[in-house]
Each structure stands twice: as structure tokens, then as C-alpha cells.
């Protein structure tokens, strides 16, 4: 089962941040918070991942709270071709299982 | 160049039929993996190798049988095909022991008719 918690669906405008909420309250001191996305018809897509500390890179920032039991992802400046399925994930890296268990995500539809 | 690449991308076959999913990577990884995304959208795991070595095997009806004839190649065959084997399958590959990102290919539309 999937330890991250995010909402169906959410929407913004061109050009403005979206910020996309996960809740993952039972994660462990070494899992890590990944963030995918899944454009219509593609491969799920890797966009940024973190332990404690905020990361950014060129696709998006991801803020951690102080007590990781939620994160948020933020895409700066959102584009049309962002409207794709957002997975937030958490993982142990380096676990010889390697699996990603995917939640039912975050529906994101950029509005023009 | 496609980082994970896979063959074919439709498929369209009857019941019963045997059928084969090609894939391969060519970013020099040594873990690749086969997912499912059936019609409600949800992306699982099926399987994983390391090395040509099996990892993981979720609970997969033994009709799957995937091959890892090298690092850069994990095919997947499937016997005796149902419906309910009508989804999207999704091979990856990731970078052993870090292992971070994972890198999906473009998926392979199977229709069991």
C-alpha cells in the first residue's frame, strides 16, 4: 500500500505556481520523498526527491517540513504541458528492493 | 536516443495466445523492473532484476515469465493471455545500490480480445 496521502485533483493557471500537497505521516528516518509525474499516455517521469532538506532543480522545488510528515511540491511558473498525474512517493534509497509504490496521485490540470 | 526503450508499443492479441514484451535500456544500469498500470490508473510492480539476477516478484501469476538475457535487456513473456492481462506495461531501470531515479520507458498497450 502506498504511505502517501495526496488530493484526487487539483488545478491552477499559466503561469502560476502550483503547489502540490502530500501527506506521508509514517515515514521513516530513512525514507526519502520522491515526486514523479505521468503525462496522458507516458512513462511515469522523475522530477525531484529529498530526505530533510528543501530541493529545487530545474523542473521544480520540493519543501519538507521540520517534522517530514508532509511535503509540497512546487512548480514555479506552471505550463500547459504540466497538466499530467503527480506521484508523491516515499522510499528507502539504496534498499535492494528498489520498489516504487505508487498512490492514485494528484490530477493536475493547468488552466490557459 | 531513448534512455528505456520498448517493443511493441500496441499489442493486440486473443486469449490464450503467448505474447513477449521486449526492453531495453541503454543508460548502463544494472536494475531493470517490468510495472503494470491496469484501467484504473494504478501503477505496480511486478518485477525487478539486479544484475540478471531476480529481486522482486510481486505476486505475479506464474503465466509472467520475465528474461534478463543481459544487464541492458529484460523481456517479458507472457503465456496463455486473459483479459485481465489488458493494462499498460511499463518497463525501468534504475542504478543499483543508489538507486534513486528510476527511469521509465513509454509503456506497451496491451488488448486481450
Known amino acids: 500500500d502506498a504511505k502517501t496521502t495526496q488530493p484526487p485533483s487539483m488545478d491552477c493557471a499559466e503561469g502560476r505556481a502550483a503547489n502540490l500537497p502530500c501527506n506521508h505521516s509514517t515515514i521513516s528516518g530513512n525514507e526519502y520523498v520522491y515526486w514523479y509525474r505521468q503525462i496522458h499516455s507516458q512513462g511515469p517521469q522523475y522530477i525531484i526527491h529529498g530526505l530533510k532538506n528543501n530541493e529545487t532543480n530545474e523542473m521544480a522545488s520540493l519543501i519538507i517540513t521540520e517534522d517530514r510528515k508532509s511535503s509540497t511540491l512546487i512548480l514555479p511558473h506552471a505550463t500547459l504541458r504540466d497538466t499530467a498525474v503527480y506521484y508523491c512517493?516515499?522510499?528507502?534509497?539504496?534498499?535492494?528492493?528498489?520498489?516504487?509504490?505508487f498512490g492514485s496521485g494528484t490530477r493536475l490540470l493547468v488552466r490557459p | 536516443d531513448t534512455a528505456v526503450s520498448q517493443t511493441p508499443k500496441y499489442l493486440v492479441t486473443q486469449m490464450g495466445n503467448d505474447k513477449s514484451i521486449k526492453c531495453e535500456q541503454n543508460l548502463g544500469h544494472d536494475t531493470m523492473y517490468w510495472y503494470k498500470q491496469d484501467s484504473k490508473k494504478f501503477l505496480k510492480i511486478m518485477f525487478s532484476?539486479?544484475?540478471?539476477?531476480?529481486?522482486i516478484n510481486e505476486t505475479v501469476p506464474n503465466r509472467f515469465s520475465p528474461k534478463s538475457p543481459d544487464k541492458a535487456h529484460l523481456n517479458l513473456h507472457i503465456n496463455s493471455l486473459e483479459l485481465g492481462d489488458s493494462a499498460v506495461y511499463f518497463c525501468?531501470?534504475?542504478?543499483?545500490?543508489?538507486?534513486?531515479?528510476?527511469?521509465f520507458g513509454e509503456g506497451s498497450w496491451l488488448t486481450v480480445v
Open positions: 512517493i516515499v522510499r528507502v534509497a539504496g534498499d535492494s528492493s528498489y520498489k516504487l509504490i
Open positions: 525501468a531501470s534504475s542504478q543499483g545500490e543508489s538507486g534513486n531515479t528510476i527511469y
Open positions: 532484476y539486479n544484475n540478471k539476477e531476480l529481486i
